[in-house]
């Protein structure tokens, strides 16, 4: 049996005739910048997503950087984040010319610790910024109350965890509730994933929306009149038409995953050497990734069998960010952040994609228990 990371081609299978007509119509017409499609999309996530402002741009990367520009993060500012978590959180830090500050995570959940992130914070901080890594929020209430406490803006790397849920006071919110402004990609292995690179700042506030607005039209609200230097980073019109058909599915598909995670959780309990993911009853993980923990030092070798199996697996992530060769100039040495430097060593994602058999995760299950009995 062949169980492959992701399958992409399964999920476009049931949808390419809601997304096709319209990509050709925007071809025949030969409309591809912005435009009523565009805003379209915008609106439908500010309604899905109970928001006030969504802001297309080109991708991920630049939801993240056009918000630490709006935040006017530049030289002699901090921008405090998670060192285990995909390069594009600190890269764009690094690209406004604010500096990455670094604290470590929550051995549990994988996400940014709140108290350690406290501890990072200085005057020059401008911004904390935690990363819903895998498709589970960051403990939103406590990083919501850091940010109050210590004049800073919130920024919600929300890549990987769109319409993710966490239970704050009883009430259950999403990404971008709490955050000033949160970031999402909608790379295509994301759980909602256009044909390309695309991504998306949602904010609370009217001036941010109106700046960011501003900053992916390089700068200006008026064609070639510029108030500050800003970037091409508009949310392409075929990308916010595929991104359209696909938002309804978005429920479906998260469900869709949670429920193989649930399968992998009962099949995979007992083995010493095996951690399921940490989510609590407070927390509805998105599962962009359904990540184990693989102690006593045998990840590589598991993935090795599981490869041989014709079972794909991926190690996100193998490096954490304080270590990487462009952030030597941090000071930053290993030991540093033990937890993150530990996950880099033990974590390994399953196939968790929605459109997995039962056969397909059975296979998976027992491939694992297999190589643990031997
Ligand atoms: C946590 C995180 N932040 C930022 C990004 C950047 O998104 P993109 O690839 O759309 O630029 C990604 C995705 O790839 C991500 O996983």
Redesign the pocket.
């Known amino acids: 049996m062949n169980v492959p990371l992701l399958d992409l081609t399964l999920q476009y299978r049931g949808i390419s005739t809601d997304v096709m007509p319209e990509l050709l119509t925007l071809i025949d017409e030969q409309r591809f910048i912005l435009g009523p499609v565009v805003e379209r999309f915008e609106r439908e996530v500010e309604t899905y997503l109970d928001v006030p402002h969504a802001i297309g741009c080109a991708?991920?990367?630049?939801?993240?950087l056009l918000a630490l520009r709006a935040y006017d993060c530049g030289r002699d500012t901090e921008v405090v984040t998670s060192p285990f978590?995909?390069f594009?959180?600190a890269g764009?830090i690094h690209n406004v010319g604010a500096r990455p500050v670094f604290a470590d995570i929550d051995p549990d959940t994988f996400n940014l610790d709140p108290a350690a992130a406290e501890a990072a914070v200085t005057d020059r901080t401008r911004v904390v910024m935690p990363?819903h890594?895998f498709g589970q929020m960051a403990d939103m209430a406590a990083f919501r109350a850091l940010a109050d406490r210590r004049g800073v803006k919130l920024l919600e790397?929300a890549?990987?965890a769109i319409a993710a849920r966490q239970r704050v006071n009883g009430e259950w919110i999403t990404t971008g509730s709490l955050g000033d402004a949160c970031?999402f990609?909608?790379?295509p292995?994301?759980n909602l994933g256009a044909f390309g690179?695309?991504?998306m700042t949602v904010t609370q506030d009217a001036d941010t929306a109106e700046r960011l607005r501003k900053l992916r039209v390089h700068g200006g609200r008026q064609m070639y009149h510029h108030e500050e230097v800003g970037y091409n980073s508009r949310l392409d019109t075929l990308q916010a038409a595929v991104l359209s058909a696909k938002l309804p599915h978005l429920r479906g598909w998260s469900d869709g995953r949670r429920k193989n995670a649930a399968f992998y959780d009962q099949a995979l309990a007992g083995i010493d050497e095996v951690q399921t993911p940490v989510v609590s009853a407070d927390n509805e993980s998105i599962y962009?990734q359904y990540t184990l923990r693989v102690r006593g030092g045998r990840r590589d070798a598991l993935a090795d069998h599981l490869r041989e199996k014709g079972i794909g697996s991926g190690v996100y992530y193998p490096v954490p960010l304080h270590l990487q060769e462009c952030f030597e100039y941090l000071g930053y040495k290993e030991g540093q952040f033990p937890e993150s430097e530990l996950a880099c060593r033990e974590v390994l994602s399953l196939p968790v994609f929605p459109e997995l058999t039962e056969a397909q995760l059975a296979y998976v299950a027992e491939s694992i228990r297999a190589f643990f009995r031997a």
């Open positions: 991708s991920g990367t630049d939801a993240i978590t995909f594009a959180t764009a990363v890594l790397d890549a990987q970031a990609s909608f790379f292995t994301k690179d695309a991504g962009n």
